[in-house]
Nanobody
Framework: QVQLVESGGGLVEAGGSLRLSCAGS????????MGWFRQAPGKEREFVAA????????YHEDSVKGRFTISRDNAKNSVYLQMNNLEPEDAAVYYC??????????????????WGQGTQVTVSS
């Protein structure tokens, strides 16, 4: 079992940057593929980005391609989401999640077994 804690959210102006971190404890994160999801008020949780256990494969949702980058450091048991050129539409609670099928990229929330509590990202226009 793994516990996940996100950090790095906050208020930023449109065009600005934030770097989200997800720290794991318990079972090592190298045993998991990792994903970032987000949920805005009144909307369903949506996929943002995912990375396999060894960083061999990453995938980003179309609306964030070229602006967001997922990465991981297994030695630090952490996963990151670098977010550049933020837009008001990016405002949401961002969640990291762990998938025990660590070789795959999944965009489906129900395939992730463990979730953090989320970190709020607010983008002012």
């Amino acid at each position: 079992q793994v516990q996940l804690v996100e950090s790095g959210g906050g208020l930023v102006e449109a065009g600005g940057s934030l770097r989200l971190s997800c720290a794991g404890s318990g079972r090592a994160l190298r045993n998991y593929a990792m994903g970032w999801f987000r949920q805005a008020p009144g909307k369903e949780r949506e996929f943002v980005a995912a990375i396999t256990w060894n960083s061999g494969n990453t995938y980003h949702e179309d609306s964030v391609k070229g602006r967001f980058t997922i990465s991981r450091d297994n030695a630090k048991n952490s996963v990151y989401l670098q977010m550049n050129n933020l837009e008001p539409e990016d405002a949401a609670v961002y969640y990291c999640a762990a998938d025990a099928a660590n070789w795959r990229i999944s965009t489906v929330a129900r395939e992730y077994e463990y979730w953090g509590q989320g970190t709020q990202v607010t983008v002012s226009s």
